[in-house]
């Protein structure tokens, strides 16, 4: 992608997400409908779909030849990355929203023929803006990230990760996540994909696995991650699949092959 159409795509979503990120503010307070998707902890709300409706309809009327993937059925039918795809989560962590009204982030990715081109992750609440533009860096706000360049180690590590995956489940070998649990400084458990990536690439956690993540979970925190030199990959090792369902690693690179050699074993 040409560096002043990149730049201008730039400037027109992020007036865009804080639009939106201020009418979310709006309504937090406000009673909506709440319906369920694929399991009873799976929510979704008016909000969700009106906030996806709205980025859908601005980018089709600024970029008409732009295709849209999102979570809430505002996108277009993709099944190649041609072209530039937007690919949006109006509110990643729905189940925060409902519940507590914080820790939640609309999450949005752009890419060119498969290239990650621009990120933004909005914590809505807290009003910080993590974004990533290829070859110029990660910020937080107008802060700069630094490179992921500290060397970490397993036991100093800080690991975002679901407390289910340390239980008998179908997915991941539940013995080798207790033994990292064991070998570990600490874990986390945000609620939010998105925010999760987002604290990988400002450092303050050093990787984030998980089982099951979409496109639009993933999307943005990629590209934020990647232009700090961290890294991140299917939980087996091979390369993310942006059009599909992903178990996920994104971490420091200095224990991403001790995590996958020693810890983690999917099913």
């Known amino acids: 992608m040409d560096k002043t159409i990149r730049q201008q795509i730039y400037s027109?979503?992020?007036?865009?997400?804080?639009?939106?990120?201020?009418?979310?503010?709006?309504?937090?307070?406000?009673?909506y409908q709440i319906d369920t998707k694929s399991s009873a902890n799976d929510l979704v709300t008016e909000v969700d779909r009106e906030t996806e409706k709205f980025f859908a309809e601005k980018i089709r009327d600024k970029y008409p030849s732009h295709r849209i993937v999102g979570e809430e059925g505002y996108g277009d039918k993709v099944d190649t990355l041609?072209?530039?795809?937007?690919?949006?989560d109006p509110i990643d962590g729905t189940m925060n929203f409902v519940h507590q009204k914080r820790n939640f982030a609309i999450?949005?990715?752009?890419?060119?023929?498969?290239?990650?081109?621009?990120?933004?992750?909005?914590?809505v609440m807290e009003d910080v803006l993590y974004t990533g533009i290829r070859g110029e860096g990660a910020f937080r706000n107008n802060e700069k990230l630094p490179q992921l360049t500290e060397q970490v180690s397993i036991d100093t590590s800080i690991i975002a990760l679901n407390s289910s995956m340390a239980f008998d489940n179908n997915r991941i070998n539940e013995?080798?996540?207790q033994?990292?649990?064991?070998?570990?400084?600490?874990?986390?458990?945000?609620g939010s994909a998105a925010l999760e990536f987002a604290y990988v690439a400002e450092g303050i956690v050093?990787?984030?696995v998980t089982m099951r993540l979409a496109p639009w979970d993933i999307a943005a925190g990629l590209i934020l991650v990647n232009?700090?030199?961290?890294?991140?990959?299917?939980?087996?090792?091979?390369?993310?699949?942006?059009?599909?369902?992903?178990?996920?690693?994104?971490?420091?690179?200095?224990?991403k092959e001790e995590l996958l050699e020693n810890y983690i074993e999917l099913k």
């Open 12 to 31: 027109d979503v992020k007036k865009w997400i804080y639009q939106a990120g201020e009418q979310i503010r709006v309504q937090i307070d406000d009673k």
């Open 82 to 88: 041609d072209g530039t795809i937007w690919i949006i």
């Open 107 to 123: 999450s949005i990715g752009i890419y060119h023929d498969g290239i990650g081109e621009i990120g933004l992750i909005y914590n």
């Open 175 to 177: 013995k080798k996540v």
């Open 179 to 190: 033994q990292l649990i064991m070998d570990i400084r600490g874990t986390r458990s945000y």
């Open 206 to 208: 050093d990787a984030y």
């Open 227 to 255: 232009e700090v030199g961290g890294i991140t990959v299917q939980a087996n090792g091979q390369s993310v699949d942006l059009l599909g369902t992903n178990a996920i690693l994104t971490c420091n690179k200095c224990i």
